[in-house]
């Protein structure tokens, strides 16, 4: 059974840093496509960021360029989204994905995370 388990949110100032953690799990993800979707009330849910496992190309929703960095970990089967320079806006439920193959980087992945919280203060 797959699993994704993320951590890391949490309240913080704008201007801060935050870093999410997910670890997938049940089975192998070397060749999957890892993303970051995020919801905040009232609006639909949008990628932020996705990486390729094998390989690292990355995405990143132009919302975020330049402030989120996304990265996987090999040795702990982690993959990370580095968040800098956060804004109130960036304030939702962000989700971890995981897809078996590559359409689109907005698209809905197989699995899914059950999200965690990120709240920026202003």
């Known amino acids: 059974q797959v699993q994704l388990v993320e951590s890391g949110g949490g309240l913080v100032q704008a201007g801060g840093s935050l870093t999410l953690s997910c670890v997938p799990s049940g089975r192998t993800f070397s060749n999957y496509v890892m993303r970051w979707f995020r919801q905040a009330p009232g609006k639909d849910r949008e990628v932020v960021a996705g990486?390729?496992?094998?390989?690292?190309?990355?995405y990143y929703a132009d919302s975020v360029k330049g402030r989120f960095t996304i990265s996987r970990d090999n040795a702990k089967n982690t993959v990370f989204l580095q968040m800098n320079s956060l804004k109130f806006e960036d304030t939702a439920v962000y989700y971890c994905?995981?897809?078996?193959?590559?359409?689109?980087?907005?698209?809905?992945?197989?699995?899914w995370g059950q999200g965690t919280q990120v709240t920026v203060s202003s």
């Open positions: 994905s995981a897809s078996s193959r590559m359409t689109r980087w907005d698209s809905p992945g197989d699995w």
């Open positions: 990486i390729m496992w094998s390989g690292g190309t990355t």
